[in-house]
């Protein structure tokens, strides 16, 4: 963690203070509450919404506010992904996701993956009595399940940490992010090989075998997901 603080893991202090001072000011605010770089020469990159109505209305508005400019941000480094697709394409992909989150599976997934990712990681600091949770805890949580979702070797946990983290980062480093994006299909093409001569009971398998409209997903459909 202490490598990676620059970019996405930037400290910024009193979150919520700052989004509550920004939604006590306006409802809706050109750039957001911890950029406002904008002046009457510069205009604003974007908006921010800040009330859960209007957050529900951007998110289900189609029409007005479309998802596909993710196409021009992280679609460059990922590929097409559900992030930058509306409408019929975007149902057809979500669609794909749908099996695997069943209710079923989450209550596994939360006894086999998530209770025990969290026990471990506590496990490796609960003997001091303290921990910076951020770097110890919260930092790693998230990628560790993922990783054990779509079934990859404990051993990769570190590597798919670091690439993820450098493939987010690609707004603030773009050589990196697109070198890590790189190394990332080439670690994940031999394992989709392997689930699609032998069947687990993970994400990538459920993947490789899913289909739209009678048509399996391509390598790249893949590795974009």
């Not at 950029?35 to 289900?60: A, C, I, R, Y």
């Not at 093409?189 to 398998?205: C, M």
Request: proline letters at 5%; a negative charge.
């Amino acid at each position: 963690p202490n490598e990676l603080q620059d970019g996405l893991l930037k400290d910024i202090d009193n979150v919520h203070e700052r989004l509550a001072e920004a939604r006590e000011r306006h409802l809706v605010m050109a750039g957001n509450p911890f950029t406002e770089t904008h002046t009457d020469n510069t205009p604003p990159v974007g908006f921010t919404v800040l009330s859960h109505e209007l957050v529900t209305e951007v998110l289900t508005d189609q029409e007005r506010f479309s998802t596909h400019l993710y196409a021009d941000i992280m679609g460059v480094v990922m590929g097409p992904t559900m992030l930058q697709m509306d409408g019929p394409a975007h149902r057809a992909h979500r669609l794909l996701a749908t099996p695997p989150f069943r209710q079923k599976m989450l209550d596994r997934w939360r006894t086999e993956l998530v209770d025990v990712v969290c026990d471990e990681l506590i496990s490796s600091f609960e003997g001091r009595g303290h921990a910076e949770l951020v770097k110890e805890y919260t930092f790693a949580f998230p990628v560790q399940v993922i990783a054990r979702m779509i079934g990859l070797p404990r051993a990769d946990y570190r590597r798919f940490q670091r690439l993820s983290i450098e493939l987010l980062n690609v707004v603030y480093d773009w050589d990196k992010g697109m070198v890590a994006a790189a190394q990332l299909r080439e670690y994940f093409s031999p394992i989709l090989d392997d689930r699609r001569r032998e069947p687990a009971d993970d994400l990538i398998s459920a993947l490789a075998e899913a289909e739209i409209d009678g048509q399996r997903l391509t390598d790249e459909e893949i590795f974009s997901f």
